[in-house]
């Protein structure tokens, strides 16, 4: 499986953009996604996540009502809508994958993954 992530760049305090994975390599059944994020000089941490049926969506708490995950499973595609960006959201995002049925609480846990895309830069700045 590989995971291409694109859409990232620069933008404004207060601007929006919308990051993209397109996973290909194989069938995406039962898969679960996710976004992490790693800025400058922290640890990598959960963004949000999404079940292929979609009948479980997770948002951390730090970018809920900002950040919207989805999937269009025709496309084998996850995305991830940034609304209302702060400088703090600068960091590099990743979007995983998982292969396999993993329970509610496992899914915000970055080991809980078993494919990684390359990342995107996000950098909000005036």
């Known amino acids: 499986v590989q995971l291409q992530a694109s859409g990232g760049g620069l933008v404004q305090p207060g601007g929006s953009l919308r990051l993209s994975c397109a996973a290909s390599g194989r069938a995406l059944e039962t898969y679960t996604m996710a976004w992490f994020r790693q800025a400058p000089g922290k640890e990598r941490e959960f963004v949000a996540a999404i079940r292929r049926n979609l009948s479980n969506k997770q948002t951390a708490d730090s970018v809920k009502g900002r950040f919207t995950i989805s999937r269009d499973n025709a496309k084998n595609t996850v995305y991830l809508q940034m609304n209302r960006l702060k400088p703090e959201d600068t960091a590099v995002y990743y979007c995983?994958?998982?292969?396999?049925?993993?329970?509610?609480?496992?899914?915000?846990?970055?080991?809980?993954?078993?494919?990684w895309g390359q990342g995107t830069l996000v950098t909000v700045s005036s």
């Open positions: 995983a994958l998982r292969s396999s049925y993993i329970i509610s609480g496992q899914m915000s846990r970055q080991n809980s993954y078993d494919y």
